[in-house]
């Protein structure tokens, strides 16, 4: 484990830079993966990381495959700079390649699919979107070969997607996760709060109460999934619920009444305009 912060940041841009870097660490290695554009959030992973491994590679690469038509592949901020001044001196290697370096042939000829889990929830609304996440992860992580690889619980639908990625694909990595960091309200820190006004600040409230609610509820697999359906129907206007949900956190699917064991609950929904994201995993596991 990690005492001493690195000295150095050092940014590499190719594969056979990055292997270099890679084959002078001597201990353990941990990976954050980020597409750039580095805040709070990510800076969370990056402190995990460094308590649980020597060596901290840092990726930044705005992956195209993750995009679909008519989103923001060209207009998805890139500084490179700022994101070098966040980490410096907290990560050992900053991996960000330039597109080519990482395919070749865009789209590849092979890739990865995320399976049914992909096309569900925030799959959905961007089909193709996590079948792009997990071939650019299975690919950083066989070129930063680390021992294990830091996500945040916010995004939680990607993190149980990569959790069965390594045990489908048996990937020798660990995956670790830290909690979503909460404003003292309990609203779920996100770049998209800063749009909300003070009264949208007070209904977008409808979602981390509705995971203490459903907290609450725990562990009766009924009462879970009333608790969902009552906050659906009688969330105010303001709160315009894409989903509300329960799901295994195997398949993604909805649980059932008869479920029992963890579930995961997601919550999507439009405040104002904008689409807030929210999540937790419960113990379903009892009538
Ligand atoms: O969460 C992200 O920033 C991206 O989806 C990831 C995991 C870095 C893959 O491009």
Same mark, same amino acid.
């Given at each position: @484990?990690?005492?001493?912060?690195?000295?150095?940041?050092?940014?590499?841009?190719?594969?056979?830079?990055?292997?270099?870097?890679?084959?002078? @660490?001597?201990?353990?290695?941990?990976?954050?993966?980020? @597409?750039?554009?580095?805040?709070? &959030?990510?800076?969370?992973?990056?402190?995990?990381?460094?308590?649980?491994?020597?060596?901290?590679?840092?990726?930044?690469?705005?992956?195209?495959?993750?995009?679909?038509? &008519?989103?923001?592949?060209?207009?998805?901020?890139?500084?490179?700079?700022?994101?070098?001044?966040?980490?410096?001196?907290?990560?050992?290697?900053?991996?960000?390649?330039?597109?080519?370096? @990482?395919?070749?042939?865009?789209?590849?000829?092979?890739?990865?699919?995320?399976?049914?889990?992909?096309?569900?929830?925030?799959?959905?609304?961007?089909? &193709?979107?996590?079948?792009?996440?997990?071939?650019?992860?299975?690919?950083?992580?066989?070129?930063?070969?680390?021992?294990?690889?830091?996500?945040?619980?916010?995004?939680?639908?990607?993190?149980?997607?990569?959790?069965?990625?390594?045990?489908?694909?048996?990937?020798?990595?660990?995956?670790?996760?830290?909690?979503?960091?909460?404003?003292?309200?309990?609203?779920?820190?996100?770049?998209?709060?800063?749009?909300?006004?003070?009264?949208?600040?007070?209904?977008?409230?409808?979602?981390?109460?509705?995971?203490?609610?459903?907290?609450?509820?725990?562990?009766?697999?009924?009462?879970?999934?009333?608790?969902?359906?009552?906050?659906?129907?009688?969330?105010?206007?303001?709160?315009?619920?894409?989903?509300?949900?329960?799901?295994?956190?195997?398949?993604?699917?909805?649980?059932?009444?008869?479920?029992?064991?963890?579930?995961?609950?997601?919550?999507?929904?439009?405040?104002?305009?904008?689409?807030?994201?929210?999540?937790?995993?419960?113990?379903?596991?009892?009538?």
């Amino acid at each position: @484990m990690s005492t001493t912060p690195p000295t150095a940041t050092t940014l590499v841009t190719s594969i056979h830079a990055l292997d270099r870097a890679r084959e002078a @660490m001597t201990g353990t290695v941990a990976a954050v993966l980020t @597409m750039g554009a580095l805040h709070d &959030g990510h800076l969370a992973l990056v402190a995990r990381a460094r308590e649980l491994a020597d060596h901290v590679i840092l990726t930044d690469f705005v992956n195209p495959l993750q995009f679909g038509p &008519g989103e923001d592949y060209e207009a998805y901020p890139r500084d490179l700079e700022a994101d070098l001044s966040a980490v410096d001196g907290l990560v050992d290697v900053v991996f960000a390649p330039p597109v080519e370096e @990482m395919y070749p042939v865009l789209p590849p000829t092979v890739s990865v699919s995320a399976g049914r889990a992909g096309t569900v929830l925030e799959g959905a609304a961007r089909p &193709g979107h996590f079948d792009g996440v997990v071939t650019v992860v299975t690919k950083l992580f066989q070129l930063t070969r680390p021992h294990l690889s830091v996500f945040g619980r916010k995004d939680a639908q990607q993190l149980a997607i990569i959790r069965r990625l390594v045990a489908d694909l048996n990937l020798p990595v660990r995956i670790e996760d830290v909690p979503i960091q909460r404003e003292e309200s309990g609203l779920a820190r996100s770049s998209r709060n800063a749009y909300l006004t003070d009264t949208g600040r007070q209904h977008a409230l409808a979602l981390s109460r509705t995971l203490a609610a459903v907290s609450e509820a725990a562990p009766s697999t009924a009462a879970v999934l009333a608790t969902l359906e009552s906050a659906r129907r009688s969330a105010p206007a303001e709160v315009d619920w894409d989903y509300a949900t329960a799901v295994s956190p195997v398949t993604l699917e909805p649980i059932t009444p008869a479920h029992r064991g963890l579930a995961l609950v997601l919550l999507a929904a439009r405040i104002e305009g904008t689409r807030l994201i929210d999540a937790a995993v419960v113990e379903a596991s009892a009538p």
